[in-house]
């Protein structure tokens, strides 16, 4: 990726690219608020870093009609709560979970595999950072969790919580 290097401050032109379009999100969050008849919803949250995601969502059938995210929370927490929000509203279960499943993939190596994530492949040089990593899925954990409506545990990303069975 030398094309993309800006020679002149040595930093990426990408990397400038991904921190607009996460600032982006953080700064103008796609379907923030409260829906007025969720079907089903749950609570997460990153205990160490403070992080608190709200997810509810409307489904017909398999279908996720609506959803919408509150809370608060890094701009990291934020801004893939709001890219998470447009990748899976309008489609259905299996999307949504193949979609989680790909940006945990992509939080594990950092790498975009061949589901296309839209703005959310942005979050890819977070993998990195092994503690925002932690930011960055909680919003996808907290859909899953939301998505699973015979369970109402709050998902946490802290493994100090965690059932370790």
């Known amino acids: 990726m030398t094309a993309t290097r800006d020679l002149e401050s040595g930093g ?3 990397d ?3 921190r607009e379009v996460i600032l982006e999100h953080y700064r103008s969050p796609r379907n923030r608020g409260e829906l007025d008849t969720p079907t089903c919803s749950a609570d997460g949250a990153n205990p160490l870093c403070g992080d608190q995601i709200h997810i509810e969502l409307i489904l017909d059938g398999d279908e996720i009609v609506d959803l919408k995210f509150s809370g ?5 927490s934020q801004a893939s709560a709001s890219m998470m929000t447009e990748q899976v509203r309008g489609h259905d279960r299996d999307h949504a979970q193949a979609a989680s499943d790909a940006f945990q993939q ?3 190596t950092g790498e975009p595999g061949e589901f296309d994530l839209g703005d959310s492949e942005m979050l890819a040089g977070v993998a990195k950072f092994p503690a925002r990593v932690k930011c960055a899925s ?3 954990k907290t859909l899953e969790q939301a998505l ?3 369970s109402t545990e709050p998902v946490t990303t ?3 919580t965690a059932d370790h069975g």
Request: a negative charge.
């Open 12 to 14: 990426s032109l990408m």
């Open 16 to 18: 400038d690219l991904y």
């Open 72 to 76: 608060e929370g890094c701009s990291i």
């Open 106 to 108: 992509l939080m594990l």
């Open 138 to 140: 909680l919003a996808w």
């Open 148 to 150: 699973k409506t015979d």
């Open 158 to 160: 802290d493994e100090r």
